[in-house]
Structures are given as structure tokens and as C-alpha cells.
């Protein structure tokens, strides 16, 4: 016995006999077995990559810190070009991201400052800057690394730009 449609659209429709839903169904998804085989290679890919990558967060602190001090240099060398000399050591850096006030007076300061804010290393704590003064002859920025203690060696050593 064949029931027509009464509905147009629905004698658009392509017919589906019940083997072919069954055929249909069975080929839509993955079985249980598929999914486990594919968990399983992703478990075996993890724990070969991940033992070589848990040391890397360390090393690419320090990477920041020295590519933060040579922008940082770099930004002090302009300071410098514009204003004939380096900040004071009491100015610091927040010199970069501000004009200071206090002297020596910069005389040609960029009007939108050198950083755009005072950066802290990778561990959360501040650069150190010092001016040594002697008419702008150089300055000392500093890292203190991992342990923030001076001295120290591998990911606790001081990281340190002169000039």
C-alpha cells in the first residue's frame, strides 16, 4: 500500500527506503571505538610534547626581559638625542612615559612621551635605572631575574643593559 503526500513540497522530497536510513545512520558519526582510538593518539601526542615544554615559561621570561631592556635603551637613547642627556636616576623611567618635572628640565620632550607606560620585568617587579650622571655618559638598567635577589645564576641571574 503506497500513501501519496498531500503536501507538494513533500513530493519533492526524495523517497528513503528503510534500508537506505539504516545504511545513513550507521555511516553519520563515529563509533565508540574511532573516538577512543583518536583520544588515545592525542594522549600519546601530549605526553610527548608536554615534558619539553614545561621549562620553556622560564626561559621565555627571560627573552622578555632582555628584549624589554633593549626597547627600553633604545627609548632612553631618544630620550637623550631630544634632550641632550639621560633622566636622572630620580626621574627613573617613569621619565619615558611622562615628562618630569623635576630637573635637569627635558628641553625638547616628545609630546607623546617615549614608552607609552613604565614597564615592570616579567615577575611583576620594576626595572632598575640608574644615571650615573658625569653629562650623560651612560646609565645602568637592570633585571633582578626569577629570584629578584642581585647575583644569581641561569633563570636568577641579573639581566642587565649598559651604556
Avoid: C
Amino acid at each position: 500500500m503506497t500513501i501519496l503526500p498531500t503536501d507538494p513540497s513533500a513530493a519533492r522530497a526524495p523517497r528513503v527506503l528503510p534500508e537506505q536510513r539504516h545504511l545513513r545512520d550507521s555511516e553519520a558519526g563515529l563509533t565508540l571505538v574511532e573516538m577512543i582510538v583518536v583520544l588515545a593518539i592525542i594522549a600519546l601526542v601530549a605526553a610527548l610534547i608536554v615534558p619539553n615544554v614545561i621549562g620553556r615559561p622560564d626561559e621565555a621570561r627571560v627573552t622578555v626581559a632582555r628584549t624589554d631592556l633593549k626597547s627600553i635603551a633604545a627609548a632612553l637613547k631618544m630620550y637623550r638625542l631630544d634632550n641632550g642627556d639621560y633622566p636622572s636616576t630620580q626621574q627613573g623611567l617613569a621619565a619615558l612615559a611622562k615628562r618630569p618635572d623635576g630637573a635637569p628640565v627635558p628641553t625638547n620632550y616628545a609630546s607623546e612621551g617615549y614608552l607609552p607606560q613604565v614597564p615592570m620585568d616579567p615577575w611583576g617587579r620594576p626595572y632598575s635605572y640608574k644615571n650615573p650622571g658625569a653629562g650623560g655618559s651612560g646609565f645602568d638598567l637592570m633585571s633582578l631575574g626569577k629570584d629578584g635577589q642581585p647575583g644569581g645564576e641561569g633563570l636568577d641571574a641579573d639581566l642587565t643593559e649598559r651604556r
